[in-house]
């Protein structure tokens, strides 16, 4: 498997793959990984760059089946203490959280508020997707985020109530929930770096503050955009990711080579 791209920057090392995920995670068993993202395409017929949407479209049984073997693969690549994190919608998150919940120790399902695509057939209109947060053993990195209250745009007063606790929430913070509302999906032409989705930066950034690990390493093997590699870097982490188009890779690499010129 060769690597498309290795940066050394500030001391961290930074590799991109170009493979299959489950044969990418397979070749890194046993490295120990401090934390793992894992946001695998839906099954809902999507093209991704240099991909025919029939790709995304198989019979469940067969998508659940590939997707089980990955997530066996990133177990085996997680560090003792290791965070894994999947993004997905709640129907395969019950699915594959299930699986997960069998082998490392469950800590959050996370709503996250992401409003896209349309009601379809008998169903309500769906407005969350699951981030289903689980760590092998006692997490060995654990850090709540606080936020800043929320404030209405026009005339600045508070949007909720907080209970008689305004002014111990304005100076220490609102402890983050497992409901995060309050992040926009990137879908504008100007903020998207490709055709494909791909997740906002203030996501990532999120997940790295709860269980990223400075000096730790860092992988994603559906890394599409670059974005959590981007964040990875940031945060101090080494990071190794993968995509099995050379195209999303190739978006990734400028993204990260600019980055690294910052
Ligand atoms: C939902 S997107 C990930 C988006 C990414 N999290 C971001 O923020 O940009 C899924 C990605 O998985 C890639 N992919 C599809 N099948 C794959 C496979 N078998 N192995 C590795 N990557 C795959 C697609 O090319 C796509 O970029």
């Given at each position: 498997m060769n690597i498309k791209y290795r940066s050394k920057r500030k001391g961290l090392e930074g590799k991109l793959y170009c493979a299959d995920a489950r044969k990418f995670l397979q070749r890194h068993q046993g490295v120990g990984a401090d934390l793992i993202f894992l946001d695998p395409p839906f099954n809902l017929g999507k093209p991704y760059p240099g991909r025919s949407r029939k790709l995304d479209k198989v019979p469940d049984e067969k998508y659940a089946e590939q997707i089980l073997q990955v997530l066996d693969a990133a177990i085996d690549v997680l560090a003792e203490g290791g965070a894994l994190y999947l993004y997905h919608v709640p129907k395969w998150g019950l699915r594959f959280g299930g699986h997960l919940q069998s082998k490392l120790q469950f800590k959050h399902w996370i709503a996250v508020s992401m409003k896209n695509g349309f009601v379809r057939g008998r169903q309500l209109y769906p407005a969350h997707y699951a981030l289903l947060y689980f760590t092998k053993g006692e997490a060995a990195t654990f850090n709540r985020p606080k936020l800043e209250i929320t404030r209405c745009?026009?005339?600045?007063?508070?949007?909720?109530?907080y209970g008689g606790y305004l002014s111990i929430m304005e100076e220490k913070g609102v402890n983050l929930s497992?409901?995060?509302?309050d992040l926009s999906p990137v879908r504008h032409r100007s903020t998207k770096t490709r055709p494909a989705n791909e997740l906002p930066l203030a996501f990532y950034r999120r997940v790295f503050e709860i269980s990223g690990v400075e000096d730790g390493l860092f992988i994603d093997p559906f890394v599409g955009s670059g974005a959590s590699a981007i964040v990875a870097m940031e945060f101090g982490m080494n990071y190794t990711v993968n995509d099995i188009s050379a195209d999303s890779l190739q978006s990734s690499l400028n993204r990260l080579r600019n980055a690294e010129l910052k």
């Open positions: 745009r026009k005339c600045g007063e508070t949007t909720k109530d497992d409901i995060w509302e």
